[in-house]
Structures are given as structure tokens and as C-alpha cells.
């Protein structure tokens, strides 16, 4: 089956205590990208990849990091986690960024 | 400046009757625009996506397109109670960058 797949799904932790989400998807897809969605802020992009070894800054990147080590992996790190960054986290992936994107069921965390 | 504008809505439509969601945005080199439905506690979900100006048809769905009004909208015929959902809009920019609007709340009523 074709999927995007987030872990994990809930997350509660405290400040500073760096976490990292992880994404894969099974379809070879080229492009893949971060975003999170807050209460009437809609879906904002945090990286993206048009690669392996290629990634860039999307429009809220400040405080997090990507790798894209293999195609099929991109993992979200939060170094020193702080409360602004509670929110639910949606990795997608599409064959290009200009195809439909396939979205993981989401992460929801919590910063304490 | 939001460069993908959507009504938030709630916007409230009688089952039955046709739903028009509505987006604009800012830049003029953005080629390709897509639809996504998400409820409530899910992942978004495609919907339908426009590359040329004009209409698209899938089934109870129409995705139109105004490059030069930098417009474009979605049409939902014979609304269903199942259609309740909020809406997303989402554009290309810069070639490389996919932007979302704020996303329109739309309910049907039965």
C-alpha cells in the first residue's frame, strides 16, 4: 500500500529535550516536505526536498533541521524544542512538487 | 503578506446546492494549483488539480482557473452532508515551494 508514515503520532515532551519525527514513504517520490498547521494559520511549510542531499528552507524554519539521507526518509529534528512549537506536524511527499502530494497522518505535539 | 488568500469561512450551504470555495494569490508565475479536503482530525486529501485556465470537471467537482485575476475556485454540485469539511487551497511558487491558504470551513446542512 501506498503511504507517508509519521512517528510518532502523539508526543508529549518538555523544553530544550531535542526529538526528532520521522517520515518515510514507499513511493520513490523526489520531493518531500514538512509542515505544521495551527488554529486558523492554515498549512505552513517548514523544508522541503526536491532530492536526496537537497533541502530548503520553507516559509517557518527557524528551530527546526531535516536530512534527506535516502529518498525514502525525512526526518524532523527539533533541537531544544520550546511551547511555540506545540502544533501538529504533517510530512508529505509527490513525484514533484508541482504532482499531488500524499500526506502522513500527522504528529501532534506538545512542548511543556 | 499572505500570498494564498482564502475565506475562512464557516461557510454554510443546504445539502443539495452547489458549494463555491473561493482563493487568490500573489504571484503571477505560479503554474499549478491544487485542492485539498481535510476533516477533522485527518491529513488533507487531494481533491483536484489545475495547471491551464479554464475548468476542470471530476464528477460533482469543478476547479476553475483566472490566471490574469489570479483567481481560482472550486465547485461542489449536489452538496452532500459528507462534504463537510475545511478546505485548502494551495499554490506553487518559486518553482519549488508549496503554499497553502488559511483553509475555508465548509458545512453542509441536511
Known amino acids: 500500500e501506498a503511504q507517508v508514515t509519521q512517528n510518532p503520532r502523539y508526543l508529549i515532551t518538555v523544553t530544550g529535550k531535542k526529538l526528532t519525527v520521522t517520515c518515510s514513504q514507499n513511493m520513490n517520490h523526489e520531493y518531500m516536505s514538512w509542515y505544521r498547521q495551527d488554529p486558523g494559520l492554515g498549512l505552513r511549510q517548514i523544508y522541503y526536498s526536491m532530492n536526496v542531499e537537497v533541502t530548503d528552507k520553507g516559509d517557518v524554519p527557524e528551530g527546526y533541521k531535516v536530512s534527506r539521507k535516502e529518498k525514502r526518509n525525512f526526518p524532523l529534528i527539533l533541537e531544544s524544542p520550546s511551547p511555540n512549537q506545540t502544533s501538529l506536524y504533517f510530512c508529505a511527499s509527490g513525484v514533484m512538487v508541482n504532482q499531488p502530494q500524499h500526506f502522513g497522518d500527522g504528529t501532534r505535539l506538545s512542548i511543556l | ?110
Open chain 2, 1 to 110: 503578506q499572505k500570498e494564498v488568500e482564502q475565506n475562512s469561512g464557516p461557510l454554510s450551504v443546504p445539502e443539495g446546492a452547489i458549494a463555491s470555495l473561493n482563493c487568490t494569490y500573489s504571484d503571477r508565475g505560479s503554474q499549478s494549483f491544487f485542492w485539498y479536503r481535510q476533516y477533522s482530525g485527518k491529513s488533507p486529501e487531494l481533491i483536484m488539480f489545475i495547471y491551464s485556465n479554464g475548468d476542470k470537471e471530476d464528477g460533482r467537482f469543478t476547479a476553475q482557473l483566472n490566471k490574469a485575476s489570479q483567481y481560482v475556485s472550486l465547485l461542489i454540485r449536489d452538496s452532500q452532508p459528507s462534504d463537510s469539511a475545511t478546505y485548502l487551497c494551495a499554490v506553487i511558487e518559486g518553482a519549488q515551494k508549496l503554499v497553502f491558504g488559511q483553509g475555508t470551513r465548509l458545512t453542509i446542512n441536511p
